[in-house]
């Protein structure tokens, strides 16, 4: 006869201190809560129970949220981005400054203030010959 065998569970009691010592690990910012999960072999949602319980950093009422892409790549992407954007304004500015210098030699050119008189009589090429 076979006996009847039902699954027993397990549980795990964790020390204080030890769960103080995950948080601790985690608002240091060394690992992620994924990380941790991977590491101590516990599950993410006891540790998110225990950033609720034991952060210094966690107020009432609000929620610690962690994406899987760690902050690190997500810090990353954020710099390639602002460095093509400062690249973008470079050229822009560039392209700013060649247009000012332009309109400043038309300016001596043309003996007018292009920027400041918008009725400027229109430059056909040709020298003003007086009309008879």
Do not use: H
């Not at 332009?102 to 040709?126: H, P, Q, W, Y």
């Amino acid at each position: 006869m076979k006996a009847n065998l039902q699954k027993i569970r397990k549980k795990r009691v964790y020390a204080e201190d030890f769960k103080k010592e995950i948080v601790s690990i985690f608002e240091s910012g060394k690992l992620s809560v994924l990380q941790l999960e991977k590491l101590y072999n516990v599950n993410n949602t006891l540790i998110y129970r225990w950033i609720y319980k034991y952060s210094k950093f966690n107020e009432i009422g609000s929620r610690v949220v962690e994406m899987k892409t760690s902050s690190i790549n997500k810090l990353k992407e954020l710099e390639t981005r602002l460095k093509e954007l400062e690249r973008i304004v470079g050229q822009k500015q560039i392209k700013i400054d060649y247009l000012e210098k332009l309109i400043e030699i038309a300016d001596k050119e043309l003996g007018t203030d292009i920027k400041k008189n918008s009725n400027t009589k229109l430059f056909n090429g040709l020298n003003n010959t007086e009309k008879k």
